[in-house]
């Protein structure tokens, strides 16, 4: 055989390939091995095998024999542009004797002077294609084009279920590792840990350049940022951004997710191009996080090409952002009970600080009455041993011991009640949130009666009185029935009146119910010290 010629294979010899190849393979694999036949039975000095990637409409090398890996990672045609997006756009086979003469060709390697292109095609769609060239004029003969366009048309169907099997696999390790995420965010209560695990987890999933989470201010009128994943430290040290006016504004405030395709071009909502640029960043994909129908901020998700984000990446970025504003919420609920137990705890303390030191001075101050009754009775008798100065040295100590007791008693009290109109109603649902989260630990279920207050249709029920005091005397009697209930707690405001003086007034009364054993009757469980479970000390329920 002479020198630059060759035998193109034969249809039996195709069709024992194909019957070899799987789907289940990995794409890559596969794709290597239809391209060495291809190039083994055309004669090729080069070849390739292009993909349409369906988000941007244009074609990328998959796998490529002869070409140098930068050529081929970076080169990407538009569909109808090229020899191979000609083939791409019309479905139809091509082969070129010499491609200098066609205006359609576009170099990508030196000495190329004839081509050979078949479209990979499915259910009349076009996925991409099979691609060849030769550094000799009219290299390829009718035969090769017949040989190439038979294995292009058999091979289309492997070529697309190792996509599909690909894609399931890769779908099938987002959703476990958003299995993953969800199960670690949810035992997670720090709010910087949480972003930056989802802004790490968006830009490994969705393949993206950057990600960045921000979040609403109290006054929802500017976004700032609360974590980045893939930025700069200039990007970190940006302003925050008006809410009103801007993309990311938009999709926070309306709670609709937003794809910019093409950040540069003009006519997008998006303000701040100067800084994608420098980023690198070209295609954004924004999606709010909301919880409970309200709106905490944006993640954004931004690649380093423009292009449309598929299906998989919108579907994953809502599950993040969904999972990342819970654990916001689960931590913000953390923090509240966090406080809320801090808070308590601190009053039982000063509580009990108090009666200890009104106890101890109780119990000092009767022997201190004592020896001043006996002091200043010495001074009268003539046989006394304590002269004048004795006796004035002493009542001046005692003094001091009693003004000692007094700065200790003032020093331990409570504060001075701070009386305020309270909505009753907005306290016990404030109460029924912190509480739920350990009812929710025992399955304990916490409800309100609807009866009173905001969407009830009767007036709320407001009481004057200190709002710290009475949400730890509730709060208290609350905790108590959690811990006694088998099931259920019920909370009930009720309205009655009661005279004070000639004078009939209105009173509120909060009833709560739990389905436990009860305590024994006449038990004084409001005093100190008083208690029925085993390791209480009784300092519940009284404070």
């Known amino acids: 055989m002479a020198i630059g010629t060759h035998t193109p294979a034969g249809p039996e010899l195709i069709h024992e390939l194909i019957r070899n190849l799987s789907g289940a393979e990995e794409p890559k694999k596969l794709l290597e091995r239809i391209l060495s036949a291809a190039v083994k039975m055309t004669g ?6 292009v993909l349409i990637d369906k988000a941007t409409s244009s074609l990328s090398i998959e796998v490529a024999s002869g070409f140098a890996d930068r050529i081929a990672k970076t080169t990407r045609l538009k569909i109808g542009k090229g020899i191979t997006g000609w083939v791409a756009a019309h479905a139809k086979t091509l082969r070129v004797d010499d491609v200098r003469k066609d205006s359609r060709y576009v170099s990508l390697r030196k000495n190329i002077r004839s081509e050979l292109a078949a479209p990979l095609i499915l259910n009349k769609e076009v996925i991409g294609l099979i691609n060849v060239d030769s550094t000799r004029v009219a290299a390829f003969t009718p035969e090769d084009e017949a040989a190439l366009e038979t294995l292009a048309t058999l091979s289309a169907r492997v070529v697309a279920d190792a996509l599909i099997h690909d894609r399931l696999r890769k779908t099938s390790r987002q959703f476990e590792t958003l299995v993953r995420i969800g199960s670690e965010l949810t035992s997670t209560t720090s709010p910087e840990r949480i972003l930056n695990d989802v802004t790490a987890a968006a830009a490994e999933l969705i393949h993206a350049r950057l990600v960045a989470v921000r979040l609403l201010d109290p006054e929802k009128k500017h976004l700032f940022i609360a974590a980045v994943h893939g930025g700069s430290k200039a990007y970190l040290r940006q302003a925050p951004i008006t809410a009103k006016d801007s993309a990311l504004g938009g999709v926070a405030l309306t709670q609709i997710p937003l794809i910019i395709e093409n950040i540069s071009r003009g006519g997008t909502t ?10 690198g960043l070209a295609s954004m994909l924004a999606v709010p996080l909301v919880t409970q129908g309200r709106s905490l901020g944006v993640l954004a998700i931004y690649r380093d090409k423009p292009g449309d984000f598929e299906d998989d990446a919108v579907a994953i970025a809502v599950g993040l952002s969904g999972l990342a504003a819970a654990a916001l919420e689960n931590a913000r609920l ?17 509580q009990r600080a108090s009666e200890m030191s009104a106890e101890l001075a109780h119990e000092i101050r009767n022997p201190l009455t004592t020896v001043r009754l006996l002091v200043e009775a010495g001074g009268t008798q003539k046989d006394s041993v304590f002269t004048a100065p004795d006796r004035r040295m002493a009542l001046r100590e005692l003094d001091r011991v009693d003004g000692l007791i007094k700065r200790l008693l003032g020093n331990a009290s409570r504060e001075q009640p701070r009386y305020e109109e309270v909505d009753l109603n907005a306290l016990l649902d404030e109460i029924v949130m912190v509480s739920q989260v350990k009812a929710g630990a025992k399955n304990v279920t916490i409800r309100k009666s609807a009866g009173y207050g905001a969407g009830s249709g009767q007036r709320g029920v407001t009481v004057r009185g200190d709002r710290a005091e009475l949400w730890q005397a509730i709060s208290n009697i609350v905790e108590n029935a959690v811990q006694a209930a088998a099931k259920k707690v019920f909370l009930h405001i009720a309205l009655t009146s009661q005279m004070r003086g000639d004078d009939e007034q209105d009173a509120a009364v909060v009833l709560i119910e739990d389905d436990g054993p009860g305590v024994k009757n006449n038990l004084p469980v409001f005093d100190p010290l008083v208690t029925t479970k085993d390791g209480g000390i009784g300092i519940g329920l009284f404070a």
């Open 44 to 49: 090729a000095t080069t070849g390739s095998i």
């Open 270 to 279: 998006f303000k701040y191009k100067a800084v994608a640029r420098k980023e």
């Open 334 to 350: 953390f923090q509240t009970v966090f406080d809320a137990e801090r808070r308590t705890r601190q009053i039982e303390m000063r």
